[in-house]
């Protein structure tokens, strides 16, 4: 492998091509049990961090709303805003808070630029497509088709401006 | 309704007409469902209220003004932004109290009532375009301003003028920590 030991925080993601569900693969195959007969080897692993569920992204959602609120009141300057952007050396995360008291957050690359325009062009998106279907409940997770797809495109946009490529 | 050049969107005109004729049927319906007009008119004011909840966010997005810092500027906003975006017209404003949070909406123009000269006989309490009041008090609630939205005068019921009158009801608070 190319690492001697998997970084912290990783799982198993993958054996042999095929993605791994917790302990077993696809097919029902006890991972353990698998990695543990010689006779499967050589065998390729793919570790890395697993994607966040919905709930993990809520939770965490929710810590930096009340951190973004600690920020401003924090703020020796009468009138702050809270945590615009917190940068650290693997990513930025982007916070634009609405009028209305809505979080928007990209997580991005610390060189890509154009995150404002992105974050407003989400606000547009999210007017659209999520406000102005009827069937969207306020403060509900957004499930709708036309955002997802708006959203897809706006961020594809964003990539191909910053000064990488799509992919960075 | 056209959408501002800013926008990567076709330029979607409705017809007015239609606009107008939907709203009539809106109102026409609501009044063979309900005898009082208090009831139709608390009915178009919830109904307001749903569309402002959410047409805030879409004109905070398209107009992207800064936020307002006193109530006059806020009820200007709204005269001079909003109802021009949505509607086309620009009613005038007046402050009507010493304490600086009741205001006017005079509407010389409004298109909404374009083809109805005066109420029926049967329905002299009916608040026509009630629906406007529920927008206003709907969207001033997301931006945290609560507010009373009324008509005080109005022309289809023999008065001069149309006025909306929009009271804020609290002192803006700091907002910092609010959602």
Redesign the interface.
Known sequence: GRRAVPAVGHAVLAINGAEVNGRFTADGKDVLEFLGNPANYPVSIRFGRHRLSSNEKLMLASMFHSLFAIGSQLSPEVGSSGIEMLETDTFKLHCFQTLTGIKFMVLADPRQTGIDALLRKIYEIYSDFALKNPFYSLEMPIRCELFDQNLKLALEVAEKAGPFGPGS | MSRSPG?KQENHKISRELFVLTYGALVAQLCKEYEKDEDVNACLDRMGYSVG??L???F???S?VR?CRSYSETADMIAQVAFKMYLGVTPSVSCNSVTGNEFSLILDKNPLVDFVEELPAERASLCYCNLLCGVIRGALE???LAAEVSFLQDRLKGDAVTEIGITFLRKPEDR????
Do not use: E, F, G, P
């Open positions: 926008r909840i959410r805030i966010d879409d905070l997005a398209r992207a936020k997301m931006v945290h910092r920590h609010r959602r």
